[in-house]
Structures are given as structure tokens and as C-alpha cells.
């Protein structure tokens, strides 16, 4: 991949202080287009869409709609009703947790490597509602594991969530499997696609999964913007978790009617420039192409990894770097995650993350305090990889 011809699009890439930037797991940089449209709204129709009639609110209302078909396209989607607006992955999740009409004794099943948004909402419907949550054990530290996943499901459980790639160390789960499994058990799957969508070709018909969602920093969008998806017949039974305004046909005093799915789950003025900076973010990573921006990860994690693996004192999270995407997760002996982070950062101008990337429950299972994280995307190269290496091994060194 030329990695040139992208580089040129991000304005913080273009100028004399900008970083070596390999923060993407947590949130990509955002192009010079995705920019522009969300500056367009503001600047040429910055109206409300769907209840206006004068000719700025068709402006917003078109935008909006198509930018939900840019969405559609980007999961692999059938149809635009399949695609629900949200703030980001988490509510996409809360949205299905609290939609399904959980009940005491429902038992839900999450793989024991899921942020925290695939982990709080089932610890709290255990807490207030009584449900059954329990983790599947990983095989070998890092893998899924189907014949316990088997094992696991009965005729209490309800829905299986999981990670498609993990943001802790880029490997990606088994998903048409997982799904396979659960439907011939009559188990409905949500997946978290949060670290999948931006980086590998995804078909939510393929997989036949019920519910993903996803979040628009993750693919060069605007933060504060996401998706939920959900086959249409499964969104038809979810119970929305707001209601309000732009979710009805009428109401009276007595009673009110919802509209049908996607605006049941779209509740109040929307954000209008984040969906049209969604759609053009997915649109561009679209142009792009996500074969190649696979490709191009693992490519530099390759590099990456042979220069790191056998250095004295520093450990790799995660299993070998074919399966890790284009994340490197480690630890430096006699330094805490966060200190390396804020010394890449203070004299080397590199931009990593440090902790426990959200993921606390893997990290605390296990007594580690946390990794620094270095995660790739298509818009790094080579010198970003040396100049990252570099600075570890001088580190080291001192």
C-alpha cells in the first residue's frame, strides 16, 4: 500500500510537530473530507432534518439518510431500516441489553476478553434485574473456546455477546462459528465490531449475526457517533430505550405508536453533522479498501514485532503477531504501562495508549497491571514502525 497518497488527507500528518501517531485502536485520526462534511452542514444547511418542509431540512434529511446507507454498506447490511444512529459502540450494546426484556434467570455469555462495554451491562442486569451472566473461559490465554462456548449454552440462555477483534491484542474471534453454534441452539448473537469494521471487510448477512455495532472514531468518523445493526425482524421485537420525539407516528393522552425500526430507536433531535461525517468516514476507509488496509497492518506488525520480541525486558501480550492485526500490546520490565506511554510521548513525539484499554476484567483475572499499546492503521508507515522501535530500544538501553 502507498501510504503516501493517504497521509496527505490527515491535516495533523501534514504538519512540522505532528506526532508519530499509533493510537488508532483507541481513535483514528480524521481526514480532510470527513472534515469538510461535517463543516458543510454547519456552514450550508444547518437545519433540523425530518420535521422542517423548507429546502435546508430536505439538505439535512438526504445527508442523513444517505450517510445511513454509507453505514449499511460498510457492515455488509441488506437494508438502511437495518442501521440505528447511535453515540457509539456502548449504547449500540446497552441498546440490545436493555432491549431484549431480560429477566431473573436469563443467562447471557460473553467471552472473558470484552471491553467494558460487553461486561458493565450484564453485571448490571445481574445487579437490578436478576439475570445469569457468565463468562466463556479462553483456550490458551487468547483463544475462544467453541467446545466450552457448547458446553456452556442451555435453555436459559438468551443471547451470547462478543468481541469480534479484540482491542487488547488484535486477535480476532471465530465469529461465523460462534453464531453457527448459538442458532442451532436458538441463541440470538450481538457482536462487538468496534476493532473489526474499520480493519477487515465485514458482511453481517454472511455471518447471519442478529445484532453488531460499532463506532465511527474507530473508522475515521467523527467521535461521539456509532451504529447499532440488527436484522430487521429482531429490531421489530427490540424494545427501544428511549422514546421521545421522532420515534412516533402519534400520540394522544391515552396512548401513543411507535414508528417502525430504524426511527423507533432514534429518539430527539439527532446529530446531524456526526451521521454525515460517519457516512463520509465510512465512505473514505471504504475507498481505501479493507483487504489492503489488513494487509498493510500486518504487514508493519511484522516489522514492528521482529525488531521488539527479543529484546531484553520487554513482553508482548498476545499471541503471535499473524493473529495480533495490527496491534502490539507490552510491557517494559521495571516500568508501569502509563510512565512508557508518557515518555514516548514527552521526548519522542510518539503517541501510544497505556493501561488496561478498557478491558479491566482480563487484565485483573490475570494480576497485570495494564500494557502499553501501540496499534496501527493504514495511514502509518515504515518510518513510523523504526521511529517507534527505535525509541523502545533507546529506552531500554538507558
Not at 446507507?69 to 441498546?95: C, H
Not at 456452556?152 to 479484540?166: Q, Y
Not at 462459528?177 to 441452539?185: A, F, L, P, V
Not at 429482531?234 to 411507535?258: A, D, Q, R
Request: proline share 4%; glycine share 8%; hydrophobic share 35%.
Amino acid at each position: 500500500m502507498d501510504t503516501s497518497k493517504y497521509r496527505k488527507d490527515f491535516p495533523i500528518l501534514n504538519t512540522e510537530d505532528g506526532p508519530t501517531y499509533l493510537d488508532s485502536a483507541c481513535m483514528t485520526l480524521r481526514p480532510q473530507v470527513v472534515i469538510d462534511a461535517i463543516n458543510e452542514y454547519y456552514t450550508k444547511y444547518p437545519a433540523c432534518g425530518g420535521r422542517s418542509v423548507h429546502k435546508l431540512s430536505w439538505q439535512v434529511t438526504e445527508g442523513f439518510e444517505m450517510a445511513r446507507d454509507s453505514l449499511r454498506r460498510l457492515m455488509g447490511a441488506e437494508s438502511s431500516s437495518e442501521i440505528v444512529f447511535t453515540r457509539n459502540t456502548t449504547e449500540g450494546m446497552n441498546m440490545v441489553a436493555n432491549g431484549l426484556g431480560l429477566g431473573k434467570g436469563d443467562k447471557v455469555l460473553t467471552s472473558d476478553k470484552e471491553h467494558n462495554s460487553n461486561v458493565v451491562p450484564w453485571h448490571h442486569l445481574a445487579k437490578y434485574k436478576g439475570i445469569n451472566y457468565q463468562v466463556v473461559p479462553a483456550k490458551d490465554n487468547y483463544f475462544f473456546d467453541l467446545e466450552a462456548l457448547k458446553e456452556m449454552i442451555d435453555s436459559n440462555t438468551k443471547l451470547v455477546s462478543f468481541v469480534h477483534t479484540s482491542n487488547l491484542d488484535g486477535n480476532t474471534n471465530p465469529a461465523k462459528d460462534i453464531i453457527e453454534i448459538c442458532h442451532d441452539k436458538g441463541v440470538k448473537v450481538l457482536m462487538d465490531t468496534a476493532q473489526s469494521a474499520p480493519h477487515k471487510e465485514l458482511n453481517v448477512v454472511d455471518l447471519d449475526v442478529d445484532f453488531a455495532a460499532a463506532s465511527a472514531h474507530k473508522f475515521c468518523g467523527p467521535s461521539g457517533m456509532g451504529l447499532l445493526y440488527g436484522k430487521y425482524d429482531e429490531l421489530k421485537e427490540l424494545i427501544p430505550t428511549y422514546v421521545g420525539g421522532s420515534t412516533v407516528v402519534s400520540t394522544s393522552y391515552e396512548s401513543y405508536e411507535l414508528l417502525p425500526p430504524p426511527s423507533c430507536f432514534e429518539a430527539g433531535l439527532q446529530d446531524y453533522a456526526g451521521a454525515i461525517g460517519a457516512g463520509a468516514a465510512a465512505e473514505y476507509v471504504m475507498g481505501v479498501g479493507r483487504d489492503s488496509i489488513s494487509k498493510h497492518e500486518n504487514k508493519l506488525n511484522v516489522l514492528l514485532t521482529k525488531e521488539l520480541e527479543d529484546l531484553d525486558g520487554l513482553s508482548i501480550v498476545g499471541p503471535e503477531v499473524s493473529q495480533r492485526g495490527g496491534i502490539c500490546s507490552f510491557n517494559l520490565e521495571g516500568w508501569d504501562s502509563t510512565d512508557v506511554a508518557m515518555h514516548l510521548d514527552k521526548k519522542y513525539n510518539i503517541a501510544i495508549r497505556s493501561g488496561m484499554h478498557c478491558v479491566h476484567s482480563w487484565f485483573n483475572s490475570r494480576g497485570i497491571d495494564g500494557s502499553a499499546r501501540a496499534s496501527i492503521y493504514f495511514y502509518n508507515n515504515e518510518q513510523d514502525i523504526t521511529a517507534f522501535t527505535n525509541a523502545i530500544k533507546d529506552t531500554l538501553s538507558g
